[in-house]
């Protein structure tokens, strides 16, 4: 489940759509993006060219479906939020819909603004932990965060914060959570991807789809 790995679980129907989570901060919410889309505009695109068939669904309303990301948000944020979010997020049509998998990508401006560093990876899990006890059926795609444009930051900040959630997923594959993890820093590269140093252009967020479908592509349903 690490890397991007294909999951042997697939909560996705073998008919009809699969609905698909986006949970985050500024990135899930696609700042950086020409459009604000995010990686959603192309994770349609990659769906739609393979015949099959996704939507997404949050509590925001935004270009290329519903989500959940929050700008400037930090893990306890999310965390404090994400009973509301699970509960009331509804998919293109307004309607409320379980998701079948949560793409999950925050840390970002807890690495960034050095907020507490030493604990975030247990708030991490603890997060983690409540999207099972809310959706137990979803499968979790947790990602390692994508990198800071600071040298200094991503190597002593993004790095061991990234170097922590491999434990974090298979402690609790291995307790039966559905929950893999995919490698969201080595698919962008500062220079060219992330103009500001943290958000991404429109290229980054087409690696940053690439990412997520190498999981999500396998389990979804024929359109």
Not at 67 to 72: K, L
Request: glycine letters at 10%; aromatic letters at 4%.
């Amino acid at each position: 489940g690490e890397g991007g790995a294909v999951t042997a679980y697939n909560p996705c129907p073998t008919t009809g759509t699969c609905f698909v989570m986006p949970v985050g901060d500024s990135i899930t919410d696609g700042a950086g993006s020409s459009d604000s889309s995010s990686y959603r505009k192309e994770l349609r695109v990659l769906a739609e060219v393979d015949g099959l068939a996704l939507d997404f669904v949050g509590t925001v309303a935004g270009p290329s479906g519903h989500h959940d990301g929050h700008s400037g948000w930090i893990i306890q944020q999310i965390r404090d939020n994400i009973d509301a979010f699970t509960a009331e997020c509804t998919d293109s049509t307004d309607t409320h819909k379980t998701p079948h998998v949560v793409l999950l990508m925050i840390g970002t401006n807890d690495t960034n603004n050095d907020i507490d560093l030493a604990n975030a990876p247990a708030r991490l899990g603890d997060l983690m932990d409540r999207i099972a006890v809310d959706v137990p059926d979803a499968l979790l795609v947790v990602a390692q965060i994508t990198p800071n444009g600071d040298q200094n930051k991503d190597t002593t900040k993004v790095a061991p914060f990234n170097a922590a959630i491999p434990e974090l997923v298979a402690t609790r594959a291995a307790l039966g959570q559905h929950v893999v993890m995919v490698d969201m820093h080595s698919a962008l590269d500062p220079a060219v991807d992330l103009p500001d140093g943290l958000h991404p252009n429109d290229a980054g967020y087409v690696k940053m789809a690439d990412a997520w479908y190498a999981v999500l592509g396998p389990l979804l349903p024929p359109g």
